[in-house]
C-alpha cells in the first residue's frame, strides 16, 4: 500500500513565560489558630516548617474561583486576548468533582473557549509538569499560547488534629501564560517518578472506603511520612535541580534566583546548601505567610518574588516541584 505523508505542525522555535498571576485565600491563619488541636505551639511549628501565617480561604471560594483569578490577572500581563488561548492546564488535587476538570470550566469563565482544556495531577510538581507540557505544545505547533495554572483549596482535605501535614496547608493559585518566543525561555524539564514511595504522601483513605463506610471511615484527609519524604526531596531531589541546571547548560551562579516547592523552610534551606547556590541569588520563601500550595506553590513564589524583586525580571530561575506520587521535575526558565 502506498504511503500517503501527513502534514506535520511545526511550531516556534522557542517558548517562555509571558506572565504570570495570583490569587491567595482570603483568610490569614495564624500557627496559633492551628496549635491546640494538634497539641503544639506556636514555636515548634516555626522551628519544624518556618511557617509563621498561611493563607486559607473562606467556606464560599473554591479552587476553580481562585484559579479564576489567577488566570485574569495572568492573561491580562502578558497582552493577549483570552480567545487567543488554545490549551488550558489545570494541576490540581482539590477539584470538588472527579470529573469534568476544573480547566473546562476556567477556561469558560475566563473566555479561552473553545480552548483544550484538562487536568493533571501531579501533586506539587504539577505546576512544573505543566510548564512541561506548555512548552512542547508551543514548539510542535499544537499551540500558539497555553495557560497553566496551579490551583489547590487544601482546607477543604486536612485534619485539624493531624500532626504530619495539617498546620503545613494553605489555599491559593498562581497562572502563567506559556507562548512563542525569539529565544529559548524554558529549558528541558528533568521530571520522574518514584512508585515505590507511592504511599509517603496523600489521602488517609480512599473514597470507597469514605463511601462504603469501612470501620467509619471519615471524609479522606491529606497526611505524609514526614521523615520519608524529608529525606527523599532533600536528597535525591538536589541531584535533580543539578540534573535540570546541568540540562540547561548554565551553572548556580548563573541564577537570578531558585523557586523551589514551598513544601517546608528547612528543605529550601537544605537545597542552598546542596546546590551551593550564592548569596546573589534570590530564593523564594513564600511560605512563611502563604503556607504550603501545593500545585499553586511554585507560580505563587515566583509572583512574589518578581513583586519584591522587579529587577529579576528577564534573569534565570530554577525551579523544582515534588511531591506525592512520589513525583518531581524540573526546568530553567527566564523569568517573565
Avoid at 483549596?153 to 494553605?170: A, M, Q
Wanted: contains cysteine.
Amino acid at each position: 500500500m502506498a504511503h500517503i505523508p501527513l502534514t506535520e505542525s511545526h511550531g516556534a522555535a522557542h517558548s517562555r513565560i509571558y506572565a504570570l498571576g495570583a490569587a491567595r485565600g482570603d483568610l490569614v491563619v495564624t500557627n496559633d489558630d492551628l496549635a491546640g488541636p494538634i497539641e503544639s505551639s506556636d514555636e515548634w511549628i516555626r522551628q519544624r516548617t518556618g511557617v509563621v501565617t498561611r493563607k486559607r480561604a473562606s467556606a464560599g471560594v473554591t479552587a476553580a474561583d481562585l484559579a479564576t483569578e489567577a488566570a485574569r490577572e495572568a492573561i491580562s500581563q502578558a497582552g493577549i486576548e483570552p480567545h487567543q488561548i488554545d490549551a488550558v492546564l489545570i494541576s490540581t488535587i482539590s477539584n470538588t468533582v472527579q470529573t469534568p476538570s476544573m480547566a473546562a470550566l476556567v477556561a469558560e469563565r475566563v473566555g479561552a473557549n473553545p480552548a483544550a482544556a484538562y487536568d493533571i495531577s501531579a501533586a506539587c510538581a504539577g505546576y512544573t509538569y505543566g510548564i512541561a507540557q506548555a512548552d512542547s505544545f508551543v514548539r510542535s505547533g499544537l499551540a500558539t499560547y497555553v495557560l497553566v495554572i496551579g490551583a489547590e483549596k487544601l482546607s477543604e482535605i486536612v485534619e485539624p488534629t493531624d500532626r504530619t501535614i495539617s498546620f503545613l496547608l494553605g489555599d491559593g493559585a498562581g497562572a502563567a501564560v506559556v507562548g512563542p518566543s525569539d529565544f529559548p525561555g524554558i529549558a528541558k524539564t528533568v521530571w520522574g517518578s518514584d512508585g515505590s514511595k507511592w504511599d509517603a504522601v496523600g489521602m488517609n483513605h480512599s473514597l470507597l472506603e469514605y463511601r462504603d463506610g469501612h470501620g467509619d471511615v471519615a471524609w479522606p484527609t491529606l497526611r505524609q511520612e514526614g521523615q520519608t519524604v524529608f529525606r527523599w526531596a532533600v536528597w535525591e531531589m538536589a541531584k535533580v535541580a543539578q540534573r535540570a541546571l546541568d540540562e540547561a547548560g548554565v551553572t548556580s551562579d548563573q541564577l537570578t534566583a531558585f523557586i523551589p516547592h514551598q513544601a517546608n523552610m528547612r528543605i529550601i534551606d537544605e537545597f542552598a546548601k546542596q546546590l551551593k547556590l550564592p548569596e546573589s541569588v534570590l530564593i523564594a520563601r513564600d511560605i512563611e505567610t502563604t503556607g504550603n500550595t501545593s500545585a499553586a506553590s511554585i507560580p505563587l513564589a515566583t509572583h512574589r518574588l518578581l513583586q519584591e524583586n522587579p529587577q529579576a525580571s528577564g534573569g534565570l530561575a530554577l525551579q523544582i516541584g515534588f511531591g506525592a506520587g512520589l513525583v518531581f521535575g524540573a526546568q530553567v526558565i527566564v523569568l517573565p
